[in-house]
């Protein structure tokens, strides 16, 4: 990106001109968004009050501000976020929630361009993140470690008025989205002509998600900090020990963690019950510390800035779909490799892997790493260590890019193509085929079939928080295939018009069992309910020798907030001691649902899982 | 060879030898022609054999079988062809060498199947088998011959009414042997100890393609929770994974002869038992459940 490092400086000014005219760019704009205009408001308190002890801080809020206002529908779903680019006027139509047969004519309209790409499947990614290599080797390579220096001194100025603000609290609002400025300059400066960079896209939406995540957080601290504050003084047993000046301090915190903390010190009795109250215990080795400290991440020199990057675009899911992400590490591994040095006296592997150690870190840190990209990690682990002793830096570089191309031609391209021949015979003239969420190999399929003259229709059915479905709706009518969108409430009802369902796959279990986004296992259940085979398309490289019987021992936790509409009576939840919002983003399909595992391989029951591991080549498991 | 000798060949091997399946006939035709052959190269030879192959799938009788007895011969030979070193009469010679020890295999096949399963038929018990098998026939026979007592239902099995032969040849060894109805399958269930059956080919996911009405006989046993018992050979091992019945390949279900014709009017030979409603499958590899099929095919063909 030749334009990030121009543009630092474009930020700078930009961000000095924003500055003069924060007040006035402030209020238009929060009017604008009438859709989220309660939270806004409350949107806007937070960020004067958090802006208010220093200039320093005040750089930083605008940038935050007009962040929350595009990026709080752009979360809702990629459609609209299609929309919203197209016409940023129009903002406030796109943001409501469609109804079914609307956004089905959405969809079908053809005008809508592809600027935006969601990393939803391997191609397209391998697209941007081509690019972006490209252009990103250039620009990094010389000037990165300079670069991170100077954007964390410039974080740190920020970052510690806050923590000494905020004290105890550390809020990764500001710290955090300052990073995405630093590590993608162009995201706020121009939003909306990004349309023809892919990378730039990408970055401004983290950017914007990441905003206006940090953003809603701050508005529901805000919201309630009221009755925080109320609640305790009428309800707390321990009236005593209350220190009205620190919770006043502490009123802005909005992480349910960070808050906990601070007021372990304040009034010890409630408040560790609060924050047990505010988890479900059945889940509770899934919470994660969510705050990641962005400012000693640019600090620290063993993560290369496309580390950083791909981190901030997992934690916003920007790059979702276990193949697009597994795709993301590899290419920025390349990077990695690409501007890699061996230390002296160090061989080439030994010093690459630890460089390697604190990225996986890292990036699992801001979420949790996907079956495929270990399967990927330890492929190319296990490649560094097949390297030779004296093998020269150049020569290792080449062996290794080579390595990673391979993977991902084999593993990822070449398999989809090979599954996709699979199902094309299984889908026959007339078939319903049903689909749940939006899975970049079921998308293949279908559009090849489809493309092959195979006269099918599609019935995709989509829940709630992120709406995929929409996504792969969008793409499927793109491609003219007839398409029913509903959502997952609806899925018995026309589970009965089904003669197939396609599923996607985050994993597949040693054990036969299916790990899928959360709502998948349901869609199995209704289909065996109704007698419609089930087939499950799934890379090889996506199994796990790990074994699962449900969905409570390893999963992820999505942030409770996307759960939260700003109608839905859900809000203000984190003050609420009897109101948990939980979401889940896998669950566990076992096998006896599913009719067939399609691999690459052959056609399979899910149970063969541990002899196709047995006879996959040693290097992975090794 | 050309197709009328093959045909002519495969034809006779049928007719003559009533205890031979469909699938060693079309191994032996094969062999056949690989003797025979005149051709020059390893392709020209593959080109023949593909042709041999098409003529016997067009024979008008279920074919699953020789399906999947073909498939395996050409794995086979495939096989051979990697480790040819010299010249094309020398992997001939091999090819040759290794399909007899191959053919050999098979036959013996049936024995071993029938020994395992044999054990699982005590005294006094009562068993249900559909149409014509021969593995279940040598079982039986097997188990008669050891003094064991045991009564047998057979169902009619209509379209050709084969159950009419399995009685014969049962009741000449002398056990107690019932014809019943195809549709008295429900009707018996509840008084028999366990149905045991052939298979035409069993398919990757551990299902059986069998003579139609074996569905309804595992559905059946399910629901009275009888054992369901399929005897194999593991040369009817089949990489094919129906989904459902209407996913079966048409040629399989019905004779190629009605292809042409309205399919919807046609009466399928065949069915497909899911892996589910099955209990084990007793075959020369060992006793298996519908899950290790696939291990085995995979450790087969990949």
Same mark, same amino acid.
């Given at each position: 990106m030749e334009a990030k490092e121009k543009t630092r400086e474009e930020v700078m000014a930009e961000r000095e001109a924003r500055k003069k005219a924060k007040q006035a760019k402030k209020k238009p704009k929060t009017q604008n968004d009438l859709v989220n205009d309660v939270k806004n408001s409350s949107k806007t308190d937070s960020i004067m009050k958090m802006s208010a002890p220093d200039g320093s801080v005040e750089s930083s809020a605008p940038t935050v501000n007009s962040k929350c206002t595009s990026g709080s529908e752009s979360r809702k779903s990629t459609v609209d976020f299609v929309q919203k680019k197209q016409s940023p006027s129009s903002k406030i139509d796109s943001a409501k929630p469609n109804p079914i047969p609307k956004a089905v004519t959405d969809c079908a309209t053809p005008g809508i361009p592809l600027n935006i790409k969601f990393l939803h499947d391997a191609p397209i990614v391998n697209d941007q993140i081509d690019g972006c290599i490209l252009k990103e080797r250039q620009a990094f390579s010389g000037v990165c470690q300079q670069d991170i220096n100077l954007l964390s001194k410039e974080m740190k100025k920020a970052s510690l008025h806050y923590i000494e603000g905020l004290e105890t609290a550390p809020k990764p609002a500001i710290t955090s989205s300052k990073t995405v400025v630093q590590v993608s300059p162009p995201v706020s400066s121009k939003p909306l002509e990004s349309s023809g960079e892919p990378t730039k896209s990408k970055a401004e939406l983290k950017a914007e998600r990441r905003a206006k995540q940090e953003a809603q957080r701050a508005a529901k601290a805000v919201s309630k900090a009221a009755p925080v504050k109320t609640a305790p003084a009428k309800a707390s047993p321990k009236p005593v020990e209350m220190k009205p000046a620190k919770s006043a301090i502490k009123r802005p915190t909005a992480k349910s963690d960070s808050e906990a903390k601070s007021k372990s010190v304040t009034f010890a009795g409630s408040s560790t019950k609060?924050?047990?109250?505010?988890?479900?215990?059945?889940?509770?080795?899934?919470?994660?510390?969510?705050?990641?400290?962005?400012?000693?991440?640019? !600090?620290?020199?063993?993560?290369?800035?496309?580390? /950083?990057?791909? @981190?901030?675009?997992?934690? !916003?899911?920007?790059?979702? @779909?276990?193949?697009?992400?597994?795709? $993301?590490?590899?290419? /920025?591994?390349?990077?990695?490799?690409?501007?890699?040095?061996?230390?002296?006296?160090?061989?080439?592997?030994?010093?690459?892997?630890?460089?390697?150690?604190? $990225?996986?870190?890292?990036?699992?840190?801001?979420?949790?790493?996907?079956? *495929? =990209?270990? !399967?990927?990690?330890?492929?190319?682990?296990?490649?560094?260590?097949? %390297?030779?002793?004296?093998?020269?830096?150049?020569e290792a570089r080449l062996k290794m890019s080579h390595v990673i191309t391979t993977y991902i031609k084999e593993q990822i391209e070449v398999a989809g193509e090979a599954i996709s021949l699979f199902v094309r015979k299984k889908i026959a003239n007339g078939d319903?085929?049903?689909?749940?969420?939006?899975? *970049?190999?079921?998308?293949?399929?279908?559009?090849?079939?489809?493309?092959?003259?195979? #006269?099918?229709?599609?019935?995709?059915?989509?829940?709630?928080?992120?709406?995929?479905?929409?996504?792969?709706?969008?793409? %499927? /009518?793109?491609?003219?295939?007839?398409?029913?969108?509903?959502?997952?409430? $609806?899925?018995?009802?026309? =589970?009965?018009?089904?003669?197939?369902?396609?599923?996607?796959?985050?994993?597949?279990?040693?054990?036969?069992?299916?790990?899928?986004?959360?709502?998948?296992?349901?869609?199995?259940?209704? $289909?065996?309910?109704? !007698? /419609?085979?089930?087939?499950?398309?799934?890379?090889?490289?996506?199994?796990?020798?790990?074994?699962?019987?449900?969905?409570?021992?390893?999963?992820?936790?999505? #942030?409770?907030?996307?759960?939260? *509409?700003?109608?839905?009576?859900?809000?203000?939840?984190?003050?609420?001691?009897?109101?948990?919002? %939980?979401? %889940?983003?896998? #669950?566990?399909?076992?096998? #006896?649902?599913?009719?067939?595992?399609?691999?690459?391989?052959?056609?399979?029951?899910?149970?063969?899982v541990p002899v196709v591991l047995r006879i996959k080549p040693t290097e992975s498991s090794a | 060879m050309n197709r009328n000798e093959v045909q002519q060949y495969f034809h006779g091997l049928l007719e003559k030898e009533k205890h031979m399946s469909a699938g060693i006939a079309a191994i032996k035709t094969l062999l056949k022609l690989l003797e025979h052959d005149k051709s020059e190269t390893v392709q020209g030879l593959d080109s023949n054999l593909q042709a041999a192959i098409d003529v016997m799938r067009s024979f008008d009788m279920p074919v699953s079988a020789v399906a999947s007895g073909c498939a395996l011969f050409l794995r086979f030979i495939t096989l051979a062809k990697l480790d040819f070193t010299t010249n094309f009469e020398e992997c001939k010679d091999i090819m040759l060498h290794r399909g007899e020890v191959f053919l050999k295999k098979l036959l013996q096949a049936r024995g071993k199947v029938a020994k395992q399963a044999c054990a699982f038929i005590y005294d006094g018990s009562i068993v249900l088998t559909h149409s014509n098998s021969r593995a279940?026939?040598?079982?039986?026979?097997?188990?008669?011959?050891?003094?064991?007592?045991? &009564?047998?239902?057979?169902?009619?099995?209509?379209?050709?009414?084969?159950?009419?032969?399995?009685?014969?040849?049962?009741?000449?060894?002398?056990?107690?042997?019932?014809?019943?109805?195809?549709?008295?399958?429900?009707?018996?269930? &509840?008084?028999?100890?366990?149905v045991m059956v052939g298979a035409e080919s069993v398919v990757e996911s551990g299902g059986i393609i069998n003579k139609i009405g074996s569905f309804t006989m595992a559905v059946c046993a399910q629901a009275m929770k009888k054992p369901f018992y399929v005897l194999t050979e593991s040369f009817k091992f089949s990489r094919l994974y129906p989904l459902n019945q209407r996913d079966l390949p048409n040629e399989f279900k019905y004779l190629s002869s009605k292809l042409t014709t309205d399919l919807k009017k046609e009466h399928p030979f065949v069915d497909y038992t899911p892996p589910s409603y099955i209990t084990l499958l007793f075959t020369d590899l060992g006793i298996l459940t519908p899950s290790a099929v696939s291990d085995e095919l995979i450790k087969l063909y990949l």
């Open positions: 609060q924050a047990s109250q505010n988890k479900i215990k059945l889940f509770s080795h899934l919470y994660r510390e969510k705050s990641i400290n962005y400012k000693s991440i640019l !600090n620290s020199i063993d993560l290369h800035p496309a580390v /950083v990057g791909l @981190g901030v675009q997992y934690s !916003n899911r920007v790059i979702v @779909g276990s193949n697009a992400r597994c795709v $993301a590490l590899l290419y /920025v591994l390349k990077q990695m490799l690409s501007d890699y040095k061996t230390p002296a006296e160090k061989e080439f592997s030994r010093g690459f892997e630890a460089k390697l150690e604190p $990225a996986v870190n890292y990036l699992n840190q801001c979420r949790p790493v996907s079956v *495929s =990209m270990t !399967n990927a990690l330890k492929h190319i682990k296990w490649h560094l260590t097949q %390297l030779p002793n004296n093998i020269t830096d150049a319903v085929i049903l689909t749940f969420g939006c899975s *970049s190999l079921v998308e293949r399929i279908l559009k090849e079939a489809h493309e092959a003259g195979v #006269d099918f229709s599609v019935v995709i059915i989509d829940s709630a928080p992120w709406f995929e479905g929409k996504e792969m709706l969008r793409r %499927l /009518v793109k491609a003219k295939i007839p398409c029913t969108y509903v959502l997952i409430s $609806a899925a018995s009802f026309i =589970m009965k018009q089904a003669s197939k369902v396609l599923l996607g796959a985050h994993a597949l279990l040693a054990n036969g069992c299916v790990m899928s986004r959360s709502g998948t296992a349901m869609v199995a259940l209704l $289909a065996n309910t109704a !007698n /419609v085979p089930v087939l499950v398309c799934c890379e090889t490289h996506k199994f796990s020798e790990r074994v699962q019987t449900d969905a409570f021992v390893y999963n992820e936790l999505g #942030d409770p907030n996307e759960l939260v *509409s700003t109608a839905s009576p859900l809000n203000g939840w984190e003050s609420n001691n009897f109101l948990v919002p %939980l979401s %889940l983003v896998y #669950d566990v399909t076992p096998p #006896d649902l599913v009719t067939a595992v399609v691999t690459e391989l052959a056609i399979l029951p899910c149970t063969s | 279940v026939l040598q079982t039986m026979i097997e188990a008669a011959r050891a003094n064991k007592r045991f &009564e047998v239902y057979v169902t009619v099995s209509s379209i050709d009414n084969t159950g009419e032969e399995m009685r014969l040849a049962l009741e000449k060894e002398n056990v107690q042997c019932t014809l019943i109805l195809d549709s008295a399958v429900g009707y018996v269930m &509840e008084s028999v100890d366990m």
